[in-house]
């Protein structure tokens, strides 16, 4: 049966894709588990860093299962499989917490969508990646035109999208896109975690805003939330929760 499993030991959360029989690709019930997943892990002030992988040594993720969207109607599969997938997608990439995506094998469409929607992404030797919804006559529905665009150069995007080739791990390392290739990346992750949660989580956290504004990543919804940080600890801010609840007028200091 196909999951996504979410396992906290100490500071450092791992979900794990578990579909390897259909090489860890999402189905609508994997795609409800990781919603739910990732809530849990944003709810948790232990959880210090989290790591994204996929069961077993051949795939990260595949991809989508074609059978879970290959019947909707075209507004089904516009308003509730994409629109879904990408409201989940962008609250991975919108988590407070650092994210590592370990790729333990090949990353294609959704597989290389959710990893792009990590912070930092490793991937074993032989992985690749690409990009092959033009391929069953679809196109990126989970910011693969958009979010991944920002991550790689324009012309190794459209090398994948437009002409369906394969990206080896070699030149996403060059170009950025991994930080490191490593025959054992979960292992990697896990130290890469261990070493983020030493570090001060609101740091991290407010860092990671602050660099997703820069780039446009949900900038609106970011200024406004780095600024109500700031007011929250204002004395304006408790004269004024204060006034409220003992029903009198507020006399803000102004500092």
Not at 45 to 65: H, L, N, Q
Not at 107 to 131: H, Q, S, V
Request: proline share 5%; charged share 20%; with cysteine.
């Amino acid at each position: 049966m196909s999951s996504v499993r979410l396992h906290i030991a100490g500071p450092v959360a791992t979900l794990t894709l578990d579909n390897p029989a259909k090489l860890n690709c999402f189905t609508v019930d994997m795609l409800a588990q990781l919603a739910s997943h990732l809530d849990v892990v944003e709810s948790r002030p232990e959880v210090r860093a989290v790591i994204v992988t996929g069961e077993g040594e051949k795939a990260f993720c595949s991809g989508a299962d074609i059978n879970a969207w290959g019947d909707l109607s075209p507004a089904e599969f516009a308003r509730n499989w994409v629109r879904g997938g990408h409201r989940i997608f962008d609250r991975l990439a919108r988590l407070s917490k650092p994210t590592i995506a370990a790729l333990n094998g090949h990353a294609f469409g959704g597989g290389l969508e959710l990893a792009a929607a990590c912070d930092i992404r490793l991937i074993t030797p032989k992985a690749t990646i690409a990009l092959p919804e033009a391929g069953v006559g679809i196109v990126p529905g989970w910011s693969g035109s958009q979010r991944l665009a920002r991550l790689i150069p324009e012309g190794m995007l459209k090398e994948m999208a437009l002409f369906g080739r394969r990206i080896p791990a070699d030149r996403l390392h060059a170009c950025g896109f991994v930080a490191e290739i490593a025959e054992d990346t979960r292992a990697i992750a896990h130290q890469i975690a261990e070493k983020a949660a030493t570090l001060s989580p609101r740091a991290t956290e407010i860092t990671k805003a602050m660099i997703h504004a820069g780039q446009g990543e949900d900038s609106a919804a970011l200024i406004e939330a780095l600024g109500s940080a700031a007011i929250a600890a204002s004395a304006d801010r408790q004269e004024g929760v204060a006034a409220f609840q003992g029903k009198r007028k507020p006399e803000f200091p102004g500092t």
